[in-house]
């Protein structure tokens, strides 16, 4: 069966500084694999979306992600974070039976 | 454009009362529908998805049940909630390219 994993359940970043949350999942074929963030107050929006060809894939926002088949792994990075990225955010695979993550609460420190 | 629509925002229910949750889709025909319950820390689990009128696919065995009466509404309920019922109810929609568009979600609280 289908399932994600986030392994970090909070992380605190200065406003700035890079950020990777961390991402891995199970999938008994080709994952299609998402990144969704929830803003406080706000409903859940897309940030990207792998379904195949290029791993590094760019979202809104200034995100991306890698996809690295050989770690089973779909690391959502910036390389700036600003104190409006403060949120929750959720990995999610699959299709019609999507599957989400526990989520990675964000904190910016400024 | 499309829109979701859930209601009510917030709802607060005695134990052992009934439960009906109304998602409707505009703009949009015959989309995949589903319904999401969130808790601190457990991320979105999701409980039931329907890929059209009358089709309900159940993921976890439980309280509730959901329907889908015409192409555009889904509806979750229970004949009679529990405590552990308490959380935030989120429906919605998927897209042709896979994406889920979500509703403003509803605040349950099982007193």
């Known amino acids: 069966a289908q399932s994600v994993t986030q392994p970090d359940i909070h992380i605190t970043v200065s406003e700035g500084a890079s950020l990777e949350l961390r991402c891995n999942y199970s999938?008994?074929?080709?994952?299609?694999l998402f990144w969704y963030v929830q803003s406080p107050g706000q409903g859940l929006q897309l940030l990207l979306k792998?379904?195949?060809?290029?791993?590094l894939v760019q979202g809104i926002k200034g995100f991306e992600a890698e996809f690295k088949r050989s770690q089973s792994s779909f690391n959502l990075r910036k390389p700036s974070v600003h104190w409006s990225d403060a949120a929750e955010y959720f990995c999610a695979v699959g299709l019609v039976d999507m599957r989400f993550g526990a989520g990675t609460r964000l904190t910016v420190k400024p | 454009s499309q829109t979701i629509h859930q209601w009510p925002a917030t709802l607060v229910q005695p134990v052992g009362s009934p439960l009906s949750l109304e998602c409707t889709v505009e703009?949009?025909?015959?989309?995949?529908l589903y319904w999401y319950r969130q808790a601190a820390g457990r991320g979105l689990q999701l409980l039931f998805y329907?890929?059209?009128?009358?089709?309900i696919s159940s993921e976890v065995p439980q309280n509730l049940s959901a329907s889908r009466p015409q192409d555009r509404q889904f509806i979750l309920s229970s004949k009679k909630l529990l405590l552990s019922d308490s959380g935030f109810y989120l429906c919605a929609w998927m897209a042709g390219s896979y994406e889920q568009y979500f509703g403003p979600g509803t605040r349950l609280t099982v007193t």
């Open positions: 703009g949009t025909s015959n989309p995949n």
């Open positions: 792998y379904f195949s060809g290029d791993t």
């Open positions: 999938y008994g074929a080709t994952p299609y």
């Open positions: 329907s890929v059209g009128i009358g089709q």
